[in-house]
């Protein structure tokens, strides 16, 4: 049996996903990274390990991803998050063409070709206005926790604009706005209004092409998935099971199974697993590959009818999400 781990470490939450030789979501699990990289990989990675019921001698292989993924010690590759998200959305998505990845540090935009090689991408302007923890701040601000704005928002009857760039003078909207007794609903959508605007405008950079797909945190958050959607006057791919999060972290754990599997094809050894490997040295080299090399053909989960969760058809999950 085969259990590859795909780990993302990005800049506000640490994700973790394992998957089978069958292309099965075995476990998964999601932690905030705070300051320490490497000791928000090593206890993402064990709490993946509790979750999916294995001991850490039975993964095969470990890929990294994330703007963290040099902190994961015991990985055997890494990957970019271009590639890791790009290579997730069309294998679970094969008509996907345009990625948004909103994440805490920074807003993603990917123009994808049908074999999920990146043809273009954009990144937002290093403002925190642009991106989840501008959210995540308004939310603590007025009281809130980042599960309830998505609730909280779709209250709104009148969303006020939230129209500077910068985090530091958008919170002075926010302080303005409630001190002339608008209601905190109206400005959290407001505040998604904004944000989701500026993703648009990011996307229109590398070319709006049919076949839209949206990751990160924010895909649990359905007021900004709404502000998103009336922006760019179209829908959403959003994977089913809570897989939108975890987009990156499975494109690296699905690169990485195809690396094994062309490994054994080729009858060659699989490097060390998770088990042999030290934990100390977060610099280590590892053996690197080609995660675009020519490949043999895996029929997506939307073609086979079945996603990569255990036990559930896609049909059936969509049915869940929707």
């Given amino acids: 049996m085969l259990h590859v781990v795909g780990i993302d470490i990005g800049s506000t939450y640490s994700k973790a996903i394992v998957l089978n030789e069958r292309r099965e979501v075995v476990g998964t699990a999601v932690r905030r990274t705070g300051f320490k990289l490497g000791v928000a990989a090593e206890a993402v990675f064990e709490d993946l390990l509790k979750n999916s019921n294995l001991d850490r001698a039975a993964v095969t292989y470990v890929g990294a991803t994330g703007y963290g993924r040099y902190t994961v010690a015991f990985r055997n590759t890494q990957v970019t998050e271009l590639t890791a998200h790009a290579?997730?959305?069309v294998h679970l998505f094969p008509d996907t063409r345009t990625?948004?990845?909103?994440?805490?540090?920074?807003?993603?935009?990917?123009k994808v070709d049908a074999e999920g090689r990146v043809k273009m991408f954009r990144l937002?302007?290093?403002c925190?206005?642009?991106t989840g923890a501008f959210l995540e701040k308004t939310a603590r601000y007025l009281g809130l926790t980042t599960a309830d704005l998505g609730p909280y928002a779709l209250r709104a009857t009148a969303p006020v604009s939230i129209s500077s760039v910068c985090a530091?003078?958008?919170?002075?909207?926010?302080?303005?706005h409630l001190s002339k007794g608008v209601p905190a609903e109206d400005i959290v959508m407001g505040a998604m209004v904004s944000l989701g605007g500026r993703a648009i405008q990011l996307m229109r950079r590398v070319g709006l092409e049919p076949g839209y797909m949206l990751t990160g945190g924010m895909t649990h958050n359905a007021a900004m998935v709404k502000a998103l959607e009336e922006s760019l006057g179209a829908s959403f791919h959003?994977?089913?099971g809570g897989l939108g999060q975890l987009n990156g972290a499975y494109g690296a754990a699905f690169l990485g199974l195809r690396r094994v599997e062309k490994l054994l094809a080729e009858g060659k050894p699989i490097p060390p697993a998770a088990a042999q490997q030290a934990?100390?040295?977060t610099t280590a080299t590892v053996r690197r590959w080609s995660a675009l090399a020519p490949k043999k053909r895996v029929e997506p989960c939307r073609v086979t009818g079945t996603c990569p969760v255990v036990g559930k058809p896609v049909d059936k999950l969509l049915e869940t999400a929707a």
Avoid: C, M, Y
């Fill in 87 to 89: 290579q997730a959305a």
């Fill in 279 to 281: 934990t100390g040295d």
């Fill in 124 to 126: 937002n302007d290093k």
């Fill in 168 to 176: 530091v003078f958008a919170e002075s909207e926010v302080i303005n």
């Fill in 238 to 240: 959003i994977a089913p």
């Fill in 99 to 110: 990625i948004l990845d909103i994440g805490g540090q920074d807003i993603k935009a990917i």
């Fill in 128 to 130: 925190a206005a642009g």
